[in-house]
């Protein structure tokens, strides 16, 4: 590059020495004008771009851009426990939790599937991945609420919709045990055929899918919520928590009982952390719906290292069509 602008400057000077002496060069520089002494430069500038760009393009340089997400099915791990019926978020937890999930399934890409697991003191399927938003924000209308919190359960089932050919054996959640049994689940192969061992994979390294897990308060029962995050990080699934509800809490009380709830933010960071995904608090339903918001924004793009040698060459082409153009329009010559 250097050694053309070297050459263009020499071409230059070599045309001053042939020009016809005029008695005065003012009468020339008027009749010619600024515009006519800058617009000669214009062209050559642009072929040397349009050069330029074709010579990065060639290194096949790579950047870090923002393009569709290749997300395919996001799982809804909704928490119906009986401690959603705190007001602290109003009108209450539940509802609150029900209109932002609604308002999150209509800013979608319809091309994404989305399921809606339910869980309390067990955990189950509402709503198998659909495309359809209608049978989803049915499915959410229809939420009752249950007796205890079983995090790692909701997390468990998810898998299990995410991976339906993977063996994961849902009758291993013990209730009330501190942990999933056989948490490294063998990859069971096609009936008939020997079980093959699971792989782990990175955190976070699966693409096809991620899990939103809502939740106010502590696990009470079923399987370990960290045990369930460790296989959700070991098959790469991120999992998103959002934490709905106040941190200090609120008593609340149902048929004769009652009890305070709080929300676990330190155990909903770690299975966010473990899994390389994000923890969002939401205290309010406007805040709530926020993160929604920025969860639907998160999930249909993502940022990934990409060759740009095509974009370069494309920019190049059209900088020397401009380049050409101009000199014709202006010159009756290319360059």
Do not use: C
């Not at 950047?63 to 119906?80: C, E, F, G, N, Y």
């Not at 050919?165 to 990859?187: H, N, V, W």
Request: charged share 20%; hydrophobic share 45%.
């Amino acid at each position: 590059m250097p050694l053309l602008v070297a050459v263009y400057v020499w071409l230059l000077r070599r045309k001053k020495k042939n020009v016809l002496q005029y008695a005065s060069l003012s009468i020339v520089r008027e009749a010619m004008g600024k515009g006519q002494s800058i617009r000669r430069h214009i062209p050559p500038v642009l072929f040397l771009l349009a050069l330029a760009a074709m010579l990065v393009a060639s290194s096949r340089p790579f950047a870090v851009v923002t393009l569709p997400s290749d997300k395919q099915t996001i799982m809804l791990a909704m928490d119906v426990s009986g401690s959603m019926r705190a007001t602290d978020v109003k009108p209450n937890r539940l509802v609150a939790s029900q209109e932002a999930a609604k308002a999150f399934l209509a800013e979608l890409p319809r091309n994404i599937k989305v399921g809606i697991v339910a869980f309390a003191g067990t955990a189950s399927v509402v709503q198998p991945p659909t495309l359809s938003r209608e049978d989803l924000v049915a499915a959410i209308d229809k939420f009752q609420l249950q007796r205890g919190t079983a995090i790692g359960n909701g997390i468990v089932v998810s898998l299990a919709e995410i991976f339906p050919e993977a063996g994961i054996d849902l009758a291993s959640m013990q209730t009330g045990r501190e942990r999933l049994r056989g948490i490294d689940i063998e990859q069971k192969a096609k009936e008939g055929k020997t079980k093959e061992p699971f792989v782990p994979v990175a955190p976070g390294s699966y693409t096809s899918a991620a899990i939103i897990l809502l939740t106010d308060g502590q696990r009470t029962t079923g399987v370990d919520s960290m045990d369930a995050a460790k296989a959700a990080a070991d098959r790469g699934v991120r999992i998103y928590t959002v934490g709905v509800g106040t941190v200090d809490g609120e008593t609340i009380g149902f048929e004769g009982w009652s009890m305070r709830v709080k929300l676990d933010e330190e155990t909903l960071k770690g299975i966010a952390r473990n899994t390389q995904a994000e923890y969002f608090y939401a205290g309010t339903a406007g805040d709530l719906r926020k993160v929604y918001e920025s969860l639907s924004s998160r999930l249909t793009v993502v940022k990934k290292e990409t060759e740009i040698s095509g974009i370069l060459a494309l920019v190049a082409a059209v900088l020397a069509l401009l380049s050409a153009g101009l000199s014709l329009a202006w010159f009756n010559r290319i360059l």
